[in-house]
Structure formats: C-alpha cells, structure tokens
Nanobody, 121 residues
Framework: VQLVESGGGLVQAGGSLRLSCAAS????????MGWYRQAPGKQRELVAD???????NYIDSVKGRFTISRDNAKNTVYLQMNSLKAEDTAVYYC????????????????WGQGTQVTVSS
C-alpha cells in the first residue's frame, strides 16, 4: 500500500490550499485516515482525521479553517485549508491507520512521503 500526497505549495497568509492523498495497492478498505504536520524543530502532530463513516476530528488551531473529507471509492482523503496562517507552515503527511488488503491482512500505520506547505506572512 502506498499513500501519495499532492497539493502543497507556497501561499500568502489568508490564502487557501487543498491537499490530496491517494492510496494505491490491493486495498479492500481503509479505517481512519488523517493528516499530520511537522514544522521545523517540532514534533509531528495530528491536524485532522476522518473515519470510514466520515466522523471527523480537528485540533483546535485549525477548527473552522480546515476541512477533512474522503472519497472511500477512490481511497482518497483531502484537506481543504482556508485562511492559512504562517504558523500552518509545515510538511503535511497523510496517514492510514489500518488498511485491509486483498489477502485479508491488515497493514498498519501507513504514511505518505509528505508535502510542503509554506505560508508567507
């Protein structure tokens, strides 16, 4: 199973970006998917996650600005980021916590390679 992120880039404060993460492989289903971020010198933190049933969670600092969504048929998760701030600058990583694959085994803790988001003030 592979996760490939896209959509990062450089944006001015107040702008928007949409991140996408597509999972590929012999996938039957994916449980919770999430977006994490890691800024220089800081620990990786969970930004938002979403269950198969599309229940969502967000950290307080992005509530009202970011929206996570997923397309289960496409094994893809999105992160719409609006009203971006300089403190949102980080490498954003996609994660799938449990992936059921075609031989009926689970792959756990699958990560993407990350995509850089830079917000200029």
């Amino acid at each position: 199973v592979q996760l490939v992120e896209s959509g990062g880039g450089l944006v001015q404060a107040g702008g928007s970006l949409r991140l996408s993460c597509a999972a590929s492989g012999s996938i039957l289903s994916i449980n919770r998917m999430g977006w994490y971020r890691q800024a220089p010198g800081k620990q990786r933190e969970l930004v938002a996650d979403i269950s198969t049933g599309k229940n969502t969670n967000y950290i307080d600092s992005v509530k009202g600005r970011f929206t996570i969504s997923r397309d289960n048929a496409k094994n893809t998760v999105y992160l719409q980021m609006n009203s971006l701030k300089a403190e949102d600058t980080a490498v954003y990583y996609c994660n799938a916590d449990r992936v059921l694959v075609s031989d009926r085994t689970w792959e756990l803790g699958v990560w993407g390679q990350g995509t850089q988001v830079t917000v200029s003030s």
